[in-house]
């Protein structure tokens, strides 16, 4: 059996979860190489994870020629996803990039392109897909057991202190790309896209309510419209209580994730009267649904490898992250246009680039300070 060597790019937070979820195959996959500029990053997560042989480099390009690598997890900034992606796949490597998939269309369509050509996998985190309870959504929507989705909601709420903006990447256009819109409710807008499929429009709301060290904003409301239903999206990085939550109000009941449901029917006079034996049968459904075995980056990283070992698309393909992205840039777009915005973008728009995003783009703050690193003391996903 070939065991597939695998390359971490970039060792901060987020590559744990990546380093977990292939030790946890087993013999499938191997990690054989890391890359970070900071040498002392890439020994800590090579004690942390006893990785042994591991070999440690600062310059990812060094490795664009190792025939021993073939999957590679790209845990950098957004402002580097297409660039490292693009020389990976043109050096004939799968690759995994974290999310955002990049902070442009323009970059998604550049490494679009570089995938078709290479013939090798681009696959883009979405760890939240991998959810019992996310999965089984799915199920239920496109089982039709709840009829017609009439109005989703979807909450994104984190909370993060002042010092989170104060590394170096963060809180600016030119190397995160935006603010919690892109790197935070992501998740849920892909999770969102994937469930109901693309809006016809969007109208934003943007601020910076709480981040003086940062230019990009820490609070989005968007409005986005369907044929015959509409979905709210609320952002924020400022909600100490740090949910995120899915309700689709359907024609036959309420559900939510995490699972809830709620169903109703209208009294002689049209007003509700719970109906209970809806939400009996509804939940029996739900309990015959499978449960994940892995869930999130371990089990999308599964998904990952199997799809390599056996040649077949991932999960989540690279269109999928483009489509976040696309409605994510139109958000912006929005916000600073501070009027609705019509689906697709088109590729004369000038939130198509990330230059023109820059050109364009509401600076709520100028950042003032910056550190190399940040004491790592935990990260919440």
Known sequence: MHILGVAVIGCGGISKAHVEGYQALGQECEIRCLCDIYPQKMESLKQQYMLGNVVEVEDYHQLLDRKDIDLVSICLPPSLHCQVS??????????????????????????????????????????????????????????????????????????????????????????????????????????????????????????????????????????????????????????????????????????????????????????????????????????????????????????????????RTPCVTSKDGRNAVELISAMYKSATCTHSVILPLESEDPFYTQEGMMRHAVRYYKKQQSVDNLEDAGITL
Request: hydrophobic share 40%.
């Open 86 to 311: 693009v020389d990976f796949l043109r050096a004939g490597k799968h690759v995994l990039c974290e999310k955002p998939m990049a902070p442009s269309l323009a970059e998604c369509d550049i490494m679009m392109k570089a995938e078709i050509e290479s013939g090798k996998m681009l696959s883009i985190v979405s760890q939240n897909r991998f959810k019992t309870d996310t999965m089984r959504m799915k199920a239920l929507i496109e089982g039709g057991k709840l009829g017609k989705v009439l109005l989703a909601r979807v909450n994104s709420m984190w909370w993060r202190g002042s010092k989170y903006y104060d590394l170096w990447w963060r809180g600016t256009y030119e190397k995160e790309g935006g603010g919690c819109t892109l790197n935070h409710a992501v998740h849920q807008i892909d999770i969102l896209v994937w469930l109901l499929g693309m809006p016809q429009s969007v109208y934003s709301v943007m601020s910076n309510v709480a981040h003086t060290n940062s230019e990009v904003e820490d609070l989005s409301l968007s409005i986005l419209t369907y044929p015959g239903m509409l979905a709210q999206v609320d952002a924020a990085l400022v909600d100490h209580d740090e949910k995120q939550e899915f309700f689709f109000a359907c024609e036959k009941a309420t559900v939510g994730i995490p699972w809830m449901v709620k169903a109703c029917k209208q009294r002689p006079n049209g007003f509700l009267e719970p109906n209970l034996e809806q939400e009996r049968e509804l939940n029996r459904f739900v309990e015959t649904l499978p449960m994940l075995e892995k869930e999130r980056h371990a089990a999308q990283i599964e998904d990952v490898v199997q799809a390599v070992l056996s040649d």
